[in-house]
């Protein structure tokens, strides 16, 4: 069994070659809810959706978000309302937000939720929310404290960021779901995707039960850099760590997460950045890790999955 750690689009993509080489009883996925938000009055959980949609070949491969032979019709005839549209809600994937909206409403849990829609997707493995609670990541900006879609949607990433709040997170408990999992004596990896390390891997970390859980455990601990060549594959990441004063490489992202890893995985290009990962005291594997097929996407994980069972032996 392996756990990866969840954020936005490049996670999913590394989860999705790890679902084409492993069996879904081996491997769980754990991810962000830090992103989720009421929009237009509904329950949005873009991390969430965009694993589903991607384990499904439901995903818009334009965006890496939303779903594909998307239609706009409601954006549009919102638009004519005069009703806020910078959060694009295509009209099939308006169909989870107002399913998901209702199920919460009715008393039911994220995790149930989730669990019943994966498997309407035909999707085998579990997708396990981080928690059930409430966690909201919170950017501290030089425009101020901006919730997530704000700045990353609204504001397009714009603002110079100094800090964040997993607002909810210290109190909030994990679930009976990655509890066992983090538990599980059969664990043979935690892997970190290759997401965002501060917008959506902090998030899951910032939870202590899930802190703690991954300490205890004897499975090595490994990452895969979002970071190649000195460039986020997408998104801020780079930008956030020299805004942050970080060092915006391969070898930032591993001082980063230092006291949790056992491993590192960077890019061929960043080869020159491994003795001074190694000197972190990890294990360091050079591969090419920038996911464009669904063959890099199978590659990297049976790298991921081989690397780990080679530091278990150590
Ligand atoms: N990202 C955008 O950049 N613009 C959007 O309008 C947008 C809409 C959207 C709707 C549903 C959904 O599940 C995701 C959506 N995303 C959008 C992506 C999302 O905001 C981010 O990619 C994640 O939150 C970061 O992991």
Redesign the pocket.
């Known amino acids: 069994m392996i756990a990866v750690l969840s954020?936005?689009?490049g996670g999913a993509k590394l989860v999705l070659g790890m679902s084409e080489v492993l069996a879904p009883q081996e491997l769980a996925v754990i991810a962000?809810t830090g992103?989720d938000f009421v929009h237009l009055g509904l329950r949005?959980?873009?991390?969430?959706?965009?694993l589903m949609?991607t384990l499904s070949n439901e995903v818009n491969p334009e965006?890496?978000?939303?779903r594909k032979n998307e239609s706009w019709q409601f954006m549009a005839a919102l638009e004519a309302l005069g009703g806020e549209t910078?959060?694009?809600?295509?009209d099939r994937?308006l169909a989870?937000?107002v399913e998901r909206t209702r199920r919460l409403g009715a008393g039911e849990t994220l995790s149930a939720i989730t669990a019943d829609l994966c498997r309407r997707f035909g999707i085998g493995l579990p997708i396990l929310p981080m928690t059930d609670e409430q966690v909201r990541t919170i950017i501290h900006t030089d425009q101020g404290k901006l919730d997530?879609?704000t700045y990353?949607?609204r504001r397009?990433t714009r603002p110079v960021v100094t800090g964040f709040d997993y607002s909810g997170a210290p109190t909030a408990r994990t679930t009976a779901q990655v509890t066992e999992v983090l538990a599980d004596p059969q664990l043979e990896a935690i892997v970190l995707a290759p997401?965002?390390p501060y917008?959506?891997i902090d998030p899951v970390l910032a939870i202590p039960a899930i802190r703690r859980a991954i300490q205890a455990s004897p499975a090595p601990v490994l990452a895969v850099s979002p970071i190649v060549g000195g460039r986020a594959l997408k998104?801020p990441t780079a930008k956030i760590m020299l805004e942050l004063g970080d060092q915006p490489s391969a070898a930032g992202v591993a001082r980063h997460y230092q006291e949790l890893l056992d491993g590192f995985i960077l890019d061929t290009v960043d080869e020159n950045l491994a003795a001074e990962i190694q000197a972190m005291d990890m294990a360091v594997a050079t591969t090419q890790t920038i996911m464009q097929s669904i063959g890099d996407k199978t590659r990297l994980a049976r790298f991921t999955i081989e690397f780990a069972a080679s530091m278990r032996k150590r």
């Open positions: 954020g936005g689009v962000n992103d949005i959980s873009p991390d969430l959706d965009t949609y965006t890496g978000w939303g910078w959060f694009r809600l295509g994937d989870t937000h997530f879609q990353f949607v397009q997401s965002n917008l959506s998104g």
